[in-house]
Structure formats: structure tokens, C-alpha cells
Nanobody, 118 residues
């Protein structure tokens, strides 16, 4: 079991930056793959970035070169640094954890709103 709590969302102008944090409970954080998802109004949820327990990283094409995912296993935290934000990045961002050997993300945070004004 792992509980996830996101923070760092807010309102920012286009071109600005935000850093999201996701703090996890539990002593086995390092064994989980972690992902950041987002869902905008009227749109399906999409995987934005992910980092495996071994450090392999995935980015959606829409955020490559602008977003950076990282994790600090000592702090049980995963981060999403978002630079050069665009209005189309506006969404609720959620972090999620995937257990080793499992294909789906089984643990979710409550989400944090990111709004980018033009």
C-alpha cells in the first residue's frame, strides 16, 4: 500500500514554470514505478511522464523538452518540473504508483490543478 499526496499546482502565465511534488507514504517507495498524469476538461486522462524504479524515463511528445520527471527515493518523493508552460497544459495533474510486475497504476493521489493563462 502507498498513499500519494501532490502539491505545487497553481496559476501561472504562459512561458512560466511550476514544480509539482508527490510525496508517498510507505517504506517501499523505491520499488514503485511512478507516473504523472493529467486530465483537462472534456478530455481523457493522459500519461505525461513516468519514471521506473530503475530510473528509466518516458515523456509524452507534447511535453518533451519542457517537462522533467525525477525522483528522490530518500524523500519518498517524485517531482515534475514544468517549464515553458502553455495554456494547453492546463489540467488536473495526478501522480500514480505502479507496483513491480504490474501493468497498471494502482495507487493515485488526489490531484492538483495547474492553470496556465495566455
Amino acid at each position: 500500500q502507498v498513499q500519494l499526496v501532490e502539491s505545487g499546482g497553481g496559476l501561472v502565465q504562459a512561458g512560466g514554470s511550476l514544480r509539482l511534488s508527490c510525496a508517498a507514504s510507505g517504506r517501499t517507495f523505491s520499488s514503485y514505478a511512478m507516473g504523472w498524469f493529467r486530465q483537462a476538461p472534456q478530455k481523457e486522462r493522459e500519461l505525461v511522464a513516468a519514471i521506473s524504479n530503475g530510473g528509466s524515463i518516458y515523456y509524452a511528445d507534447s511535453v518533451k523538452g519542457r517537462f522533467t520527471i525525477s525522483r528522490d527515493n530518500a524523500k519518498n518523493t517524485v517531482y515534475l518540473q514544468m517549464n515553458s508552460l502553455k495554456p494547453e497544459d492546463t489540467a488536473v495533474y495526478s501522480c500514480a504508483a505502479r507496483s513491480r510486475g504490474v501493468s497498471k497504476y494502482g495507487y493515485w493521489g488526489q490531484g492538483t490543478q495547474v492553470t496556465v493563462s495566455s
